[in-house]
């Protein structure tokens, strides 16, 4: 039996599909206070002091709890839009390869320019063991929703690697920081396009951590048996004999289970059920044992994959013990209640591991319906039905509805409803609102169209409407709007700084007031700065993220000046005015 009929034979068995999103194909903080003069430092040891970079020892090959794996020291290793202004939403990725398709030496992704991947010298001149380094040390998701974006599609696209590495490991270091980030089919299809023969340890400890992430167990069949001489973490074992029940061999799947069980110690019982109940369904024959979820706390990525795999419900309270990256995993889990993927789609949006139209289309699949099968009109799917119908003026003040409920998560979610509303002098009083929307989606032209209307309503709109499009759209800001702006905003002295730091980093801050915060210069500037003048975007992407690690409430607005200023320098303009509208946005 192959592989990919193996993946189809849990989903017939159980009644559950193992992984992916049930709706249209992919596309892909609160305020800290004021004067925070001395800000966690979301930098990486070396950076932000003169000190080397410690080293750290590697992960187990198959995580026993939910933490990401940290540089290993043999590890031979180290980035999404096009850059080009006007760009709507994240293109969608576009598969480009398959491993028997992978001729020797040709570069490794699964996107191409079609889908929006980064240009060919994405990583020219780059030190690859260096950049798989600070991936490795990336430990989830990035504050920035548009930097997440930039770095997915950098890590994606089909480019050459950076000197110094191989494929495997290469391969490892981005699959293994896409799942951390949330984005778990990006990393599945990765490693799915590298051939076994150019695996090394580091591959197959990522590429079991990316089947469990994903609840693709047939993923971990083609590499069960090196795993299990590799590493003597006994979920290998367990991983052998499920795949032998799904290739039909049970004798072997139930003697792999008796050994596991007669090693005292060696895993909870629970985990032996949930494999057992693997073996049994797939071999079609027998009654699986209940699970008692009461047993065992805590969930691990080995109880979350194999339960969600073998058709048992995943409480929802439990997912949260994944770590921050959960929500990106969850939403396209099939296997999971509709009530806890609806629960955590704003949170995977604002991510960056879906799309605004994936978040609008996945509302009205999964929101529950009422008596009659249609929505309530003061649910989130009633209201969002409201933002495409009606009057304009209706749907204006739908969207604004919506945009107010969630902050970054509500403007995503109205965002697909924004872009189908015609700019109108009448719909001038939430004009600032359906701005914001359209950027925080990626939608630059579609917002820099509303300005006509924007100039045109009250005061305070205005300077709302003309700070967002300053920094997503280029429109000019003096001293006086700023003032402007501030009063209408009732701007936090974090705000203020934010946007003096965006505008800045974008080379539009001349002649204004840069009170607030300090430019900073360190290792990890230098190094931006030196992959930005190479013009090395992948690059450039990677050190992003390691500045923007924890919640956007321990940003600092210097991070952001220098983030903005490199994805300039190298080209990439479309990245930098989406970050730096981001941060005007989100520092409210």
């Known amino acids: 039996m192959g592989w ?128 798989a380094g600070l991936a490795n040390r990336i430990a989830g998701p990035v504050a920035s929703r548009w930097v997440a974006i930039t770095l997915g599609r950098a890590l994606a696209s089909r480019v050459p690697g950076p000197a110094g590495i191989g494929d495997g490991d290469w391969v490892a270091a981005r699959a293994g920081l ?196 249609g929505f309530a009109a003061d649910s989130r799917a009633g209201r969002l039905r409201d933002a495409f119908t009606g009057s304009p003026q209706d749907r204006a003040e739908a969207i604004a509805a919506i945009a107010g409920d969630d902050d970054y998560g509500g403007l995503l979610e109205a965002a697909t409803a924004a872009a189908a509303l015609k700019p109108a002098a009448a719909l001038a009083g939430q004009s600032d609102v359906i701005i914001a929307a359209l950027l925080a989606a990626g939608n630059t032209r579609a917002a820099r169209a509303w300005w006509p209307v924007a100039q045109d309503a009250d005061d305070d709109v205005r300077a709302r409407a003309q700070a967002l499009l300053a920094a997503g759209a280029g429109v000019a800001m003096d001293s006086g709007d700023v003032r402007a702006w501030r009063d209408a905003a009732k701007a936090s002295p974090r705000r203020e700084a934010m946007l003096a730091a965006a505008l800045s980093g974008l080379g539009q801050a001349r002649g204004l007031d840069r009170d607030g915060f300090k430019a900073i210069s360190n290792r990890w500037t230098a190094a931006l700065a030196s992959a930005a003048r190479r013009r090395a975007a992948g690059e450039v992407a990677l050190l992003a993220a390691t500045g923007l690690q924890g919640g956007w409430a321990d940003v600092p607005p210097a991070h952001v000046e220098a983030i903005v200023a490199a994805l300039m320098a190298c080209g990439r303009v479309t990245e930098a005015r989406l970050l730096a509208a981001e941060a005007i946005t989100r520092s409210a």
């Not at 999404?80 to 992704?109: C, S």
């Open 178 to 373: 896409l799942v951390r980030m949330g984005a778990v089919d990006l990393a599945r299809r990765l490693i799915d396009v590298l051939p076994q023969e150019r695996y090394t340890p580091a591959t197959y400890r990522v590429a079991g951590e990316v089947s469990l992430a994903a609840a693709d167990l047939a993923g971990l069949c083609p590499i069960a048996a090196t795993g299990r001489a590799l590493s003597d973490d006994v979920m290998w074992d367990l991983a052998w004999g499920m795949c032998a029940a799904m290739d039909g061999d049970d004798i072997t799947a139930a003697g792999v289970i008796d050994t596991v069980r007669n090693r005292r110690g060696a895993l909870p019982a629970f985990d032996l059920r949930l494999a057992q109940r693997v073996v049994v369904l797939a071999g079609g024959a027998g009654r699986a044992d209940g699970i008692n979820w009461a047993e065992e706390e805590g969930l691990t990525p080995y109880r979350y994959g194999v339960a969600s795999a073998a058709g048992v419900t995943v409480p929802a309270d439990r997912l949260a013990a994944l770590g921050p990256a959960h929500a990106g995993w969850a939403v396209r889990n099939a296997a999971l209640p509709a009530a806890t993927r609806f629960a955590l789609l704003r949170q995977a949006a604002v991510l960056g591991t879906l799309s605004a139209d994936e978040l609008a289309s996945a509302v009205a699949a999964l929101a529950p319906a009422d008596a009659s099968g």
């Open 4 to 131: 990919a009929s193996k993946r189809a034979v849990l989903a017939g068995s159980a009644g559950v599909i193992a992984c992916g999103l049930l709706l249209a194909a992919p596309v892909v903080g609160q305020d800290a206070g004021p004067n925070r003069d001395a800000p966690k430092s979301l930098l990486p040891p070396g950076f932000d002091t003169p000190a080397p970079a410690p080293s750290a020892a590697p992960a187990p090959l198959l995580p026993g709890a939910a933490a990401p794996p940290a540089e290993a020291a043999t590890a031979e290793q180290a980035p999404l839009l096009t850059g080009q202004p006007g760009d709507v939403t994240p293109p969608a990725f576009v598969e480009t390869q398959t491993a028997a398709a992978l001729p020797p030496g040709a570069p490794i992704g699964i996107i191409d320019a079609a889908g929006g991947a980064f240009a060919a010298d994405a990583f020219i001149g780059s030190n690859g063991r260096f950049l």
